[in-house]
């Protein structure tokens, strides 16, 4: 809205025409959306106390987490208002990605605070079931997916990193692929999501690093030079990227330990779809297994400690997630966090590394 506006009067004020430029949007959507957290987030942790939105802890957890009992959550909605705020700001609103990517952030957004409020308002434990909450979801996805799939100028091919031009043509399957994508991000950045900070560290380390594949790959030049598929007016996720970066870097204000409030699945999950439907767009979907790898970890240890249960009637981790694994371990909670956060800066770094490196 606000980028329309400005870009119009570029022949009138010739220091609009900055606004032309991806990269100039992108900072100030960072910014902007640092300012609107940082100016929102009291008052919300205010409002979240008054309605008593208080954080419930499972009886079966670590034991050091009772005293977090109470504590402001749905905390998330901060990080969705501000960041989409800064996006209807300064994307560029007919391109249709943006679009693509807004909705399936608010749309999980949407599950999410359906989720916490049967939880915590109307004092449902189990929330929206989990039958319900996945097909919503999945609905979601498919819908993300269908519409690529029939948009006229974008590739239904999987690429593979490393590899010059290593490909695989999915057709239709492609709508599932992506919705698998989504769902798969969503719900393991929602497991990750146990300790203060601990879930939006890597987020914004991801964040980072699909902002730059959405630049690099929505610019001919750059793609063809790194020999990564260009697609079409992708760069303008960038600056959603940028938004959701410094979005999550706002939150983290109030959420690193110990922690004012919380993010609750309102947070989790659409910020996992986000980045989800990013890696989609910008054709880096596999990359996805790299540049998020702390959620792969966080994911893979509940499905190995479930299934080593079913099967051997034994625990592989103390306590599933990993990071309540470390917990039990002694580890203080500030330093599972931190070293989490180092590795998802690893990943990142290995994840950008596959630009080049083909």
């Known amino acids: 809205m606000l980028y329309s506006f400005l870009y119009s009067m570029r022949d009138s004020y010739g220091v609009l025409n900055v606004f032309r430029y991806i990269s100039f949007r992108a900072v100030l959507a960072a910014l902007t959306a640092l300012l609107v957290s940082f100016l929102i987030g009291p008052w919300l942790i205010r409002r979240l106390t008054d309605r008593q939105i208080g954080q419930q802890i499972r009886e079966d957890g670590p034991s050091g987490h009772l005293s977090k009992a109470g504590t402001p959550t749905m905390g998330g909605t901060l990080i969705l208002f501000s960041m989409i705020l800064a996006t209807l700001l300064l994307a560029d609103l007919s391109n249709p990605y943006v679009w693509v990517v807004l909705m399936v952030t608010i749309g999980f957004g949407a599950v999410g605070f359906a989720d916490d409020y049967q939880k915590l308002a109307l004092g449902n434990s189990r929330g929206v079931p989990g039958k319900t909450r996945l097909a919503c979801e999945f609905a979601i996805g498919l819908s993300a997916g269908a519409f690529l799939f029939w948009h006229p100028d974008f590739d239904t091919r999987l690429y593979f990193p490393f590899f010059k031009n290593a490909s695989i043509d999915l057709g239709p399957l492609y709508i599932a692929m992506a919705a698998v994508v989504v769902v798969g991000a969503a719900n393991a950045v929602n497991l990750t999501d146990g300790l203060d900070g601990l879930a939006i560290g890597p987020v914004m380390t991801t964040?980072?690093?699909?902002?730059?594949?959405?630049?690099?790959?929505?610019?001919?030049?750059?793609?063809?030079?790194?020999?990564?598929?260009?697609?079409?007016?992708?760069?303008?996720?960038?600056?959603?990227?940028?938004?959701?970066?410094?979005?999550?870097?706002?939150?983290?204000?109030?959420?690193?330990?110990?922690?004012?409030?919380?993010?609750?699945?309102?947070?989790?999950?659409?910020?996992?779809?986000?980045?989800?439907?990013?890696?989609?767009?910008?054709?880096?979907?596999?990359?996805?297994?790299?540049?998020?790898?702390?959620?792969?970890?966080?994911?893979?240890?509940v499905i190995l400690q479930v299934g080593s249960f079913k099967l051997r009637r034994k625990r592989i981790f103390r306590m599933a997630p990993i990071h309540?694994?470390?917990?039990?371990?002694?580890?203080?909670?500030?330093q599972i966090i931190v070293r989490f956060w180092i590795v998802s800066i690893i990943c990142?770094?290995?994840?950008?590394?596959?630009?080049?490196?083909?």
């Open 348 to 358: 990142a770094l290995v994840a950008l590394s596959t630009l080049k490196l083909r």
């Open 207 to 301: 964040a980072f690093t699909y902002g730059v594949f959405a630049y690099v790959a929505g610019n001919l030049r750059y793609a063809e030079y790194l020999q990564i598929p260009y697609v079409a007016g992708v760069g303008e996720l960038s600056i959603f990227a940028a938004a959701l970066l410094c979005a999550g870097l706002g939150f983290l204000w109030f959420n690193a330990y110990p922690a004012m409030m919380f993010m609750g699945d309102v947070g989790a999950l659409p910020l996992g779809a986000a980045i989800g439907i990013v890696a989609v767009l910008t054709k880096h979907e596999i990359v996805l297994l790299v540049a998020g790898g702390v959620f792969v970890v966080e994911t893979l240890s």
């Open 324 to 334: 309540h694994h470390f917990e039990l371990l002694g580890w203080p909670e500030p």
